[in-house]
């Protein structure tokens, strides 16, 4: 399959393929740092660090105002969501983007679907990638007590067999931990 383009937003800074893969388009922008005010930006394929194991991209100038960032007009965006919207449309309410080989690092168009949240878990589950895994009361107790004693979050981590993030997610009572 050739790879093939189509614009986010209005096209004229990013591009998403149906590979999976995400660019910046060449560009002239502002820098109040040069002699005359603008900067030439080289068209590039765009870095994709994970979070929660998906591929994200940072996108910028999309007219996208969210008073929590530090760039009102930034937000970080999944790869698949991206490619699903450009090549199949907009999300249907109530469906998620569905990676049929249930791998999250291939975000090829034709691993992509929409499918209903219980479609989503079957995959997972029948991939062997459904992790529900819930850490019981009384260990989050424990993580909380440890930490206040004074141990690091890692320490903590390792003794009750789970993540330093989850660990700070306890004691800071972030997501399910409230």
Not at 55 to 78: C, M
Not at 112 to 124: E, F, H, I, K, T
């Amino acid at each position: 399959m050739a790879e093939a383009w189509r614009p986010i937003g209005d096209g004229k800074r990013y591009q998403v393929s149906n590979m999976g893969r995400v660019k910046s388009m060449e560009r002239c922008c502002h820098s109040p740092s040069t002699k005359n005010g603008f900067r030439r930006v080289s068209e590039r394929i765009l870095k994709t660090p994970l979070s929660d194991g998906y591929p994200t991209v940072t996108l910028s100038g999309l007219g996208w105002p969210d008073a929590g960032q530090k760039r009102p007009d930034q937000r970080v965006q999944t790869v698949h969501r991206l490619v699903a919207s450009a090549f199949i449309g907009l999300c249907p309410a109530g469906q998620q983007v569905r990676h049929l080989d249930g791998n999250p690092l291939n975000n090829a168009l034709d691993n992509l679907a929409y499918g209903s949240p219980a479609q989503n878990v079957r995959d997972a589950q029948q991939h062997g990638t459904f992790n529900q895994h819930r850490i019981p009361d009384d260990v989050v107790k424990a993580i909380r007590r440890d930490a206040a004693s004074g141990l690091s979050q890692r320490i903590v981590a390792n003794r009750h067999g789970v993540s330093q993030p989850t660990v700070s997610d306890i004691i800071n009572g972030r997501g399910r931990f409230k």
